[in-house]
């Protein structure tokens, strides 16, 4: 999807005759269909507490970590460009630099480590947490525990979450509950949620849009998201975080049926291999991905999910 698109981002209220025009110079018209009556209005969440400001942060050597924090999560492939196998930021899912309730905010979960983790069957401290969301989300390689990088994303989520009860999961830790949907999610409806409510930005193919070299709309699906292994992709973790923050500015806004939809259409898309992709989809779907939230292993449109012959590789050969 390429420029003509962003020219559409313009500034504006809501506007009658089914249309909602941008807010904001990140908002895209959003189309309703006939009858579907106005868009609701979004509902943030309200968790009860606001982390301070980095910028608020001591003028000293520790303050300097805490800001580089917040630059790793905003710009991760700027600040920590060893590490990041895809074009996106740890901020394109943890909202406004890991500050939002709702979209997995580091303050939220900085009071939860060190916890055990059935994912790689250890405790993980918190560094060992985030190490994760580098070698999946990121498809990159994770950056070694006591790495400046990684003390630099701990000290900025331990400053944001002073004065939070240790060991107690604050409101809008992760994403908010979704319900179960009435119906079995569906492609088709899918793939018509995502024409009417995330094309636009997100581009029909799902590879965002890259404006003078920046990525300003992050890549859903293909070789630069995030690979099989990520959170994402398991579609009631996507269907839950799409539900409560997308579309961008309107979150609240999709039925959870639609949520669902979406999500389980995305994951019917390539995506770079699981690093723990061992001999076969197949196997690999049986040892990692045994259950109904993933569609990795099984065929979709002709095509083994997964199958290396169609699925770009794992990790930082991919990079963006
Ligand atoms: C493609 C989306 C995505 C990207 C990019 C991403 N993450 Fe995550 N992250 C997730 C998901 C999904 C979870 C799990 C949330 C849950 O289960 O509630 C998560 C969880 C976490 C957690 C634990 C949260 C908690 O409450 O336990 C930390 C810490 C974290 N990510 C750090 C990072 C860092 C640091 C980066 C960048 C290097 C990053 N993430 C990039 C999707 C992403
Ligand atoms: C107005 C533009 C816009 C629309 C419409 C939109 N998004 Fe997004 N989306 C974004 C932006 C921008 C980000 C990254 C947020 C950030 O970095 O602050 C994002 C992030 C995401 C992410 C996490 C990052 C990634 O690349 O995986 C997912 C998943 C996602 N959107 C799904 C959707 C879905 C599904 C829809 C439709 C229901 C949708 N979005 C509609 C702009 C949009």
């Given at each position: 999807?390429?420029?003509p698109?962003?020219?559409?981002?313009?500034?504006?209220?809501?506007?009658?005759?089914?249309m909602?025009?941008?807010?904001?110079d990140?908002?895209?018209?959003?189309?309703?269909?006939?009858?579907?009556?106005?868009v609701?209005a979004?509902?943030?969440?309200?968790?009860?507490?606001?982390?301070?400001?980095a910028?608020?942060?001591?003028k000293?050597?520790w303050?300097d970590?805490?800001?580089?924090?917040?630059?790793i999560?905003r710009?991760?492939?700027?600040?920590?460009?060893?590490?990041?196998?895809?074009?996106l930021?740890?901020?394109?899912c943890?909202l406004?630099?890991?500050?939002?309730?709702?979209a997995a905010?580091?303050?939220?979960?900085?009071?939860?480590?060190?916890?055990y983790?059935?994912?790689n069957?250890?405790i993980n401290?918190?560094?060992?947490?985030?190490?994760?969301?580098f070698?999946?989300?990121?498809?990159?390689?994770?950056?070694a525990?006591?790495?400046?990088?990684l003390?630099a994303?701990e000290?900025y989520?331990f400053?944001?979450?002073?004065?939070l009860?240790?060991g107690?999961?604050?409101?809008?830790?992760?994403?908010?509950?979704?319900?179960?949907?009435?119906?079995?999610?569906?492609?088709?409806?899918g793939?018509?949620?995502?024409?009417?409510?995330?094309?636009s930005c997100?581009?029909l193919d799902?590879?965002?849009?890259?404006?003078?070299?920046?990525?300003?709309y992050?890549?859903?699906w293909g070789?630069?998201?995030?690979n099989?292994?990520?959170?994402?992709?398991t579609?009631?973790?996507?269907?839950?975080?799409i539900?409560?923050n997308?579309?961008?500015?309107?979150?609240?806004?999709?039925?959870?049926?639609?949520?669902?939809?979406?999500?389980?259409y995305?994951?019917?898309?390539?995506?770079?291999q699981?690093?723990?992709?061992?001999t076969s989809?197949e196997i690999?779907?049986?040892?990692n991905?045994n259950?109904?939230?993933?569609?990795?292993?099984?065929?979709v449109?002709?095509?083994?999910?997964?199958d290396?012959?169609s699925t770009p590789?794992?990790?930082?050969?991919?990079?963006?």
């Amino acid at each position: 999807m390429a420029k003509p698109l962003l020219a559409g981002l313009a500034l504006g209220a809501i506007i009658g005759g089914g249309m909602v025009y941008a807010l904001n110079d990140r908002r895209s018209p959003v189309e309703r269909p006939p009858g579907a009556g106005p868009v609701p209005a979004p509902v943030p969440l309200d968790a009860g507490f606001s982390p301070p400001s980095a910028a608020a942060a001591p003028k000293d050597a520790w303050g300097d970590a805490v800001r580089m924090g917040e630059n790793i999560m905003r710009e991760t492939r700027i600040h920590a460009p060893e590490n990041v196998g895809n074009s996106l930021a740890c901020a394109n899912c943890h909202l406004d630099g890991g500050r939002t309730p709702g979209a997995a905010p580091l303050w939220a979960a900085f009071p939860n480590f060190p916890a055990y983790r059935a994912k790689n069957k250890e405790i993980n401290s918190f560094q060992k947490r985030a190490q994760d969301c580098f070698l999946y989300s990121m498809n990159g390689m994770p950056p070694a525990l006591g790495s400046p990088v990684l003390l630099a994303l701990e000290s900025y989520a331990f400053y944001m979450a002073k004065g939070l009860p240790i060991g107690e999961s604050p409101k809008g830790r992760g994403f908010p509950k979704l319900a179960d949907p009435a119906e079995t999610p569906s492609d088709a409806r899918g793939t018509l949620v995502y024409a009417e409510h995330c094309a636009s930005c997100h581009g029909l193919d799902g590879a965002g849009q890259v404006t003078d070299g920046k990525q300003l709309y992050p890549p859903l699906w293909g070789a630069k998201s995030y690979n099989w292994g990520a959170g994402m992709a398991t579609i009631d973790k996507a269907a839950a975080f799409i539900h409560a923050n997308m579309p961008l500015g309107m979150g609240g806004t999709l039925t959870p049926q639609q949520a669902w939809d979406v999500a389980t259409y995305i994951d019917g898309k390539p995506r770079p291999q699981d690093p723990r992709f061992k001999t076969s989809p197949e196997i690999t779907r049986a040892a990692n991905h045994n259950n109904k939230f993933s569609r990795y292993g099984t065929i979709v449109d002709g095509k083994r999910l997964g199958d290396p012959a169609s699925t770009p590789p794992a990790g930082f050969t991919t990079g963006g």
